[in-house]
């Protein structure tokens, strides 16, 4: 009798073990797994970069740098083509003003009534309700501002053409609206409710304590969703497409139609421009100045939010 007892106690401690050594076994698979996945991420972006230098190098060998980055006049397409990209540059600029304009004021706010002002219920409807702005494809936002918004404030402004910067420019903010909101929220409600406190116990406000605590505290979290917001903004593609036209206009009109780095690279791609072809190269050199752009402006909210973070 014992020995069964004994035997059956050995096969149970038998099984309990190979279920441990399965189970370490997958724990050493997991690590192996992620590096796996970050190394491919890795790959890719040193794939692009190596693409997108490569083809740059090839189009700066038959147009001279200086009148690409200089030159205020893009006509690639003319019998004697000429590739300044200041045109390109001073709409994506533009654009990415206007947006910003309307992003940050009203996310800011919004994030301010969220994190401050709102009930839990209100907060569990309206974030979401809010963020549901990002979920919508750019494409219809292009439509949006171009067969909406565009006729109301031609009622307003008089000059403004059917394709302008202006249009698109709020469309745009509309859209990263949420983004801002959400990580200065976030960045928000991550202040100790000690330091509100602290201040209530002083007698001040809830907009002092909003304006003079909170705020301060929540800074580096707010100039990052800012920063991100900006990149976002200089990298939309569809919106400044549709509605912002494909006149390279080197102009600081936004009521007239002009042309960002994204929309030149979308005309490009579309089929002007075959293989080999000095346009064809220029669509790299436009797009490593916008990676850069975009990469400078990243780099930009990691320096910002290391540099003013609050530690509790």
């Not at 745009?172 to 990580?183: E, F, K, T």
Request: hydrophobic share 50%; no cysteine; aromatic share 10%.
């Amino acid at each position: 009798m014992l020995t069964r007892q004994e035997n059956s106690k050995d096969i149970h401690f038998r099984q309990i073990a190979e279920r441990h050594q399965r189970r370490k076994a997958r724990e050493r698979l997991i690590p192996i797994g992620l590096f796996l996945l970050t190394f491919l991420s890795i790959v890719t972006t040193i794939g692009i970069v190596i693409v997108l230098l490569s083809e740059t190098i090839s189009f700066f060998q038959r147009v001279s740098i200086l009148e690409f980055f200089t030159g205020t006049v893009l006509k690639p397409l003319s019998q004697t083509p000429q590739f300044g990209v200041l045109p390109l540059l001073t709409g994506t600029i533009l654009s990415t003003l206007i947006a910003m304009a309307v992003a940050i004021p009203f996310g800011l706010m919004t994030a301010i009534y969220l994190s401050e002002y709102a009930s839990a219920r209100w907060r569990k409807f309206l974030k979401p309700a809010l963020e549901l702005l990002a979920g919508i494809p750019t494409i219809v936002y292009g439509f949006f501002a171009f067969t909406f918004v565009t006729p109301i404030l031609r009622d307003w402004i008089p000059s403004l053409q059917a394709t302008n910067l202006l249009s698109p420019g709020i469309v745009m903010g509309i859209m990263i609206i949420p983004m801002v909101a959400s990580l200065s929220e976030d960045a928000m409600r991550s202040v100790p409710n000690s330091l509100r406190d602290g201040a209530f116990g002083l007698g001040a406000t809830k907009l002092e304590v909003t304006r003079k605590v909170v705020i301060p505290a929540a800074l580096s979290g707010i100039i990052a969703s800012i920063v991100l917001g900006i990149s976002r903004a200089i990298g939309e593609t569809m919106i400044v497409t549709i509605a912002s036209g494909s006149s390279k206009n080197f102009t600081l009109d936004v009521t007239e139609s002009m042309q960002t780095m994204t929309a030149y690279i979308v005309e490009v791609t579309g089929g002007d421009a075959s293989a080999g072809t000095t346009i064809y190269y220029s669509l790299y050199a436009v797009a490593m100045t916008l990676f850069v752009f975009t990469l400078v402006m990243n780099m930009l909210a990691r320096y910002i939010s290391k540099k003013f973070k609050e530690e509790y």
